[in-house]
């Protein structure tokens, strides 16, 4: 079964940066591509999706964060990372890793997995 689990998450004070990661594990596939998407939710604010990455290679960032958010991968450890920069209150929030779904092995397939969230808070 697939798992993804989030890490890094911190306080931060503004202006400043953190690392977040999504490893990817428990899949029986021997390769790969996913469909993966960055989410943050704020106390009382719905979900939103704030990065997105297409199997075939393709990023995508919402408007607030382009630019200050960067998104890459290791994948020799299944895992992508969530690189944010130039943080503000605004970030404050519950970040959640999803693969959505993905080529494996040739084929696509649907996963719609969610990770357990990492917190992010920012201050001054």
């Known amino acids: 079964q697939v798992r993804v689990v989030e890490s890094g998450g911190g306080p931060a004070q503004v202006g400043g940066s953190l690392r977040l990661s999504c490893e990817v594990s428990?899949?029986?596939?021997?390769?790969?591509?996913?469909?993966m998407n960055w989410y943050r939710q704020a106390p009382g604010n719905d979900r939103e999706l704030v990065a997105t990455v297409q199997h075939q290679g393709y990023i995508h960032y919402v408007d607030s964060v382009r630019g200050r958010f960067t998104v890459s991968q290791d994948k020799a450890k299944n895992t992508a990372y969530l690189q944010m920069d130039s943080l503000t209150s605004d970030d404050t929030a519950m970040y959640y890793c999803?693969?959505?779904?993905?080529?494996?092995?040739?084929?696509?397939?649907?996963?719609?997995?969610w990770g357990q969230g990492t917190q992010v808070t920012v201050s001054s």
């Open positions: 428990g899949y029986t596939y021997s390769y790969c591509r996913f469909d």
């Open positions: 999803k693969i959505d779904s993905g080529v494996c092995d040739g084929s696509w397939r649907d996963f719609n997995i």
